[in-house]
């Protein structure tokens, strides 16, 4: 007997409305949506498991958003924006234990629908240009004559000649291939997607090479563990810019570069004014002289890897053009303070007499009460006697009041995810150029101000 009909009614509606709400709010909005991001991301193995996007806005935290929903191309998410803004994304395995492929990649505004692959860095725009078909995703000279090979699918390996595999030099002659064997050590024959290459003939680690098979889309090898062998070890001192006020030497190492050229901003602008070719040297690396006082002149590397030349930024620059888009040639000395030369750190004796205190930069004056005038800045450790709102001791006088004797700098090197333009914030763990000052801790992020704040 139903006592209370209405009631239960009541009841059932209020169930339905509930779940429907939490429904929705655990879906994305419809695809059609003006400010919808849709990646659609295809594995070959169909492993999406614990696979999902990390996606971020500029000035806002990242945020996981699985791949919970299937489609003709494999997975997709469709992350809903506030606003038509620029979007960053990157895949990446559970809670960063594995990424595929180690770009981050960004969408801008209007930007709305994009196809990912496995293995594959490029953003596609249209689902036709997307290929799935099976491919090399990985070929490493891991010693002059042996290949590590990884494969899209599993092929059957049976242990007799090349088996498929071909290899071409840049004179397209092939390389004789002695062995294809499973890189696991197992025995033949086997289906596996990890193959060992053994060759006839030692490669060299400046030459192009192409790994092909008819079931797979062809490869440029990439030289890996092979750049670890002593020929390739640089012991030198010297690398990057070596200033004079008559001439500059750079010198960067680039193993594997087919040819390296050294390109010139003498306005800063974004045509080079000279590009420069280096000369290929000792252990790995390329070397140039430049005649001429280039203090302040900015520059960047022309490298030639497999036939394409790219833009790269010297990793052994001493200083940097805001957000360190090119480096910059500085004469150090210019760079010292008043005194450099005669300071020296004050002597400990007995080390168990240390207290230590560690610190972010930003973090030490940012305080809107800190009574500090250089907020975030280098300059802040300069500044003495500074007190908060109700007359507490802040910044360095704080430090001594409480016995402080050694500061432990959270990283003050140039890092990568802060638009040193802006008032960004990161901890710093995401190095981009190590023996450089991080630019957003200046007062002028261009040019050699960091260095200079930095020492002061």
Known sequence: MQR???????????????????????????ASAENNAIVHYYRYGHDYADWNLWGWVPGE????FPFLEEDDFGRRVVV?????????????????????????RHLLPGMHEVWLIEGDDKIYFDKSQADRRSKIIGAFLDAPDTLNVHLTNDTLLIGVGGQGFALYGEDTRPIPIRSVLPADGREVPCHTSHVSITLAMPLEVNKRYILTHPAYRSLDVVKRAILDEPRCFYTGEDLGPSYTPNSTAFRVWAPSAMSVKVSLYENSGNQTSRSIPMNRDSNGT??????????NVAYTYAVNVNGVEREAVDPYARCLLKNGVRGLVV?????????????????????TDAVLYEMHVRDFSISSDSGMEKKGKYLAFTEEGTKNSEGMATGIAHLKELGITHLHLMPPQD???????SEG??????????????????????GASRIREFKA
């Open 331 to 351: 004469d150090l000395k210019d760079t010292d303070p008043p005194g450099w030369k005669e300071d020296r750190r004050p002597p400990l004796l007995h080390p």
């Open 286 to 295: 390329w070397w140039s002289v430049v005649q001429g006082d280039l203090k």
């Open 61 to 64: 935290e990242g945020k996981s």
């Open 4 to 30: 209370y009909p209405a009631l239960k009614n009541l009841s059932i509606f209020v169930f339905f409305i509930f779940g429907l709400i939490g429904l929705l709010m655990n879906r994305d909005l419809p």
């Open 415 to 421: 890092f990568a995810s802060v638009d040193e333009g």
């Open 425 to 446: 914030y990161n901890w710093g763990y995401d190095p981009y150029h190590y023996f450089v000052p991080e630019g957003s801790y200046a007062t002028d992020p261009d």
């Open 80 to 104: 809903s924006l506030k606003d038509p803004q620029p979007f960053g994304l990157l895949l990446r395995k559970g809670e960063w234990e594995a990424r595929d492929v180690t770009t981050d």
